[in-house]
């Protein structure tokens, strides 16, 4: 039984983060052993996440509350901070880019929360010497975790929804209601990086090893490593549903493949005449 705790404090923002762990090994038998560990951890913002400037840039995106006959409802537009006196008074953006203000930086960031939870087994059975085999689950869920907000993304969602936690990055100009203008009316979307829902990730690792005996011709020895994804994704916002991107790629949601097996197996050949490795890695 192992088990520790830690106490981290950051003078960014005065913070005090308490981190812990547990962990248990039990061997009932010399060919079987039991693994399993719970751990609260954390990541405090670091420098460049907390402190990069912001900048004004555009994004394409065609203003649906715009023009004389807007394409959406004046409830739907009031969403976004759309006026009654602005409906249908809105001009759209120019050449269908709207106006963007952010960057990596943001001085609000919280740390971010993660529990992660593992049970395993290793089997080491003496009646095969030079063999081992072991499979481990694990379970990752990281609450507040610091991430980019898509400008285009959040403004669908304020407008379709209403949440306040996509709403509060539509700034429209005090003037005009439009999503540009100059620095001093407003008229932007805000982007960088945020404390979004989850993030969570599940899977088993399974690794076996064999090194065994040729005789006169040397040894050979095997070796797997391997990931079956369960669940990799988690929401934006808490209301969001949850997104599971194992075995999947591609925007607006789950971006790079995650592919649902992955591995590295290899085979070493070591001829007994010279001192020599053949080596075969898929």
């Known amino acids: 039984i192992n088990a520790g705790v830690r106490y981290s404090n950051y003078n960014t923002d005065r913070?005090?983060?308490?981190?812990?762990?547990?962990?248990?090994?039990y061997q009932p038998t010399a060919d079987w052993l039991v693994r399993a560990s719970l751990n609260k951890a954390?990541?405090?913002?670091?420098?460049s996440e907390l402190y990069t400037g912001s900048?004004?840039?555009?994004?394409?995106?065609?203003?649906?509350?715009?023009?004389?006959?807007?394409?959406?409802?004046?409830?739907?537009?009031q969403r976004t901070g759309v006026t009654a006196a602005q409906y249908g008074r809105i001009p759209n953006c120019p050449d269908q880019l709207c106006q963007t203000y952010g960057g990596n930086g943001n001085r609000s960031l919280r740390p971010e929360n993660a529990r992660t939870r593992t049970i395993g087994l290793v089997y080491t059975p003496r009646g095969l010497p030079g063999f081992s085999v072991s499979a481990d689950y694990?379970?990752?869920?990281?609450?507040?975790?610091?991430g980019p907000i898509l400008a285009d993304s959040v403004f669908?969602?304020?407008?379709?929804?209403?949440?306040?936690?996509?709403?509060?990055?539509?700034?429209?100009?005090?003037?005009?209601?439009?999503?540009f203008g100059s620095p001093a009316t407003g008229g932007y979307i805000a982007t960088g990086a945020q404390n979004t829902a989850l993030?969570?990730?599940?899977?088993?690792?399974?690794?076996?090893?064999?090194?065994?005996?040729?005789?006169?011709?040397?040894?050979?020895g095997l070796d797997l490593t391997g990931v079956r994804l369960i669940t990799t994704g988690g929401k934006s916002a808490p209301d969001d549903p949850l997104r599971n991107c194992a075995g999947y790629f591609g925007p607006p949601q789950c971006y790079a493949p995650q592919p649902l097996w992955r591995h590295n197996l290899g085979a070493a050949w070591r001829p007994p005449w010279r001192e020599a490795v053949v080596a075969l890695t898929w």
Not at 15 to 25: D, G, H, V
Not at 55 to 77: E, F, Q, R
Not at 157 to 175: E, K, M, P
């Open 15 to 25: 913070s005090l983060l308490a981190t812990r762990k547990y962990e248990l090994q």
């Open 42 to 47: 954390a990541r405090a913002p670091n420098i």
């Open 55 to 77: 900048t004004y840039g555009v994004i394409g995106l065609s203003d649906p509350c715009s023009g004389s006959s807007p394409a959406a409802s004046l409830i739907a537009c």
């Open 138 to 146: 694990y379970g990752i869920a990281v609450k507040g975790y610091i």
């Open 156 to 179: 669908q969602s304020c407008l379709s929804t209403g949440q306040d936690y996509y709403c509060r990055f539509v700034h429209r100009s005090a003037d005009t209601g439009a999503l």
């Open 199 to 220: 993030l969570i990730n599940e899977g088993v690792d399974v690794q076996a090893s064999y090194d065994l005996s040729l005789g006169a011709l040397g040894r050979l």
